[in-house]
């Protein structure tokens, strides 16, 4: 039974944070000129992931499609997206450039993973309150529906439906310059620069601890997790608590860390801790994820077990920020 609880545990902290969990296999690159010739040939690729979202015109959606998609290319999209070429002109667009990918990406992912064209796209509606995120992605490989997810809620945005796609397998990084880039044009607000910079690196760095971490993904997750939520309940004030909770994180949940690792997490807790962060987004978005598995849970003593914890917690973060 605790070994149940603690998988739970893990699993719902894990939405917290904003890096979902990375596929074995990772492709970084939107596009270079290398492997252009191999992406054309596997065009008819579509591998949908994450939740189950639909969009129609009377959502009044935004969307923000690759700066470099051909015509074919982007037909591919926006049938995946479920737009039909006829209608395509009654919908509010923003195209995304490969350098707006490297103005946001270039502090955090080389720029020959970066690539050289912007083709994932992505189409997002404003949803009702209490909706939560939901994200469907066809043809991603690198940026995952919970990264989207993860990467919104820090940012801020609530109550959101995302159709993230791409003619082919990609990695996904101009939808997640897009997906921000579409919410703002939606709702006319501005999105403050340096929790969007924050967002982006969190994703990034739990995506490479992930890989160099030997471990189980979902710990790496619910270790990042848990120290974000000790910093937003006020518990870590200083490098050297950052320091010691992460000794302490690495011992709770098994995982071996290289002092490279542990540098990374410091330096992202220690960029979070010093943000004015809508916890409320995120705890929010914790509240969500709880609704989602509850079905799915046929023991209700855990249940009430999971539910117990994560109230005390949500409780705690929103008075401290309060």
């Not at 605790?2 to 739970?8: A, N």
């Not at 609530?158 to 003619?167: H, L, R």
């Not at 937003?232 to 200083?238: F, I, K, M, Q, T």
Request: glycine share 6%; aromatic share 6%; net charge negative.
């Amino acid at each position: 039974m605790k070994g149940r609880i603690k998988k739970l545990t893990a699993l719902f902290l894990a939405t917290v944070t904003l890096a979902a969990a990375s596929p074995a296999a990772v492709r970084a690159q939107e596009l270079t000129p290398e492997t252009e010739q191999v992406t054309q040939q596997s065009e008819s690729t579509q591998q949908q992931e994450g939740d189950e979202v639909t969009i129609t015109k009377d959502d009044r959606p935004y969307l923000a499609l690759g700066g470099d998609l051909t015509a074919d290319q982007q037909h591919k999209v926006l049938e995946y997206m479920g737009i039909e070429a006829a209608d395509f002109d009654q919908y509010d667009v923003v195209y995304v450039t490969n350098e707006e990918e490297h103005k946001y990406l270039d502090a955090y992912v080389p720029k020959e993973k970066i690539g050289t064209r912007a083709l994932s796209s992505v189409m997002i509606s404003l949803a009702d309150k209490g909706n939560g995120l939901k994200v469907s992605t066809y043809n991603i490989n690198y940026c995952t529906a919970g990264m989207y997810k993860n990467a919104l809620a820090t940012a801020g945005v609530q109550d959101a439906n995302v159709i993230v796609a791409g003619p082919f397998e990609l990695s996904g990084t101009a939808a997640l310059v897009g997906t921000l880039e579409a919410y703002e044009k939606l709702t006319g607000e501005e999105l403050n620069e340096d929790v969007v910079d924050a967002a982006m690196d969190e994703l990034v760095t739990t995506g490479e601890l992930e890989q160099s971490i030997d471990g189980d993904s979902e710990d790496v997750e619910a270790m990042i997790a848990d120290l974000k939520a000790r910093i937003a309940n006020g518990d870590l004030d200083s490098k050297e608590e950052i320091k010691a909770a992460i000794e302490d994180a690495a011992e709770k949940y098994d995982l071996k860390l290289s002092e490279e690792d542990k540098e990374k997490i410091l330096a992202l807790l220690d960029k979070l801790k010093n943000l004015d962060l809508d916890w409320d987004s995120i705890a929010n978005q914790a509240e969500d994820w709880a609704n989602q598995i509850k079905g799915n849970l046929q023991d209700a003593g855990v249940w009430d077990k999971v539910c117990a914890f994560f109230q005390k917690l949500l409780d705690a973060i929103k008075s401290f920020f309060s």
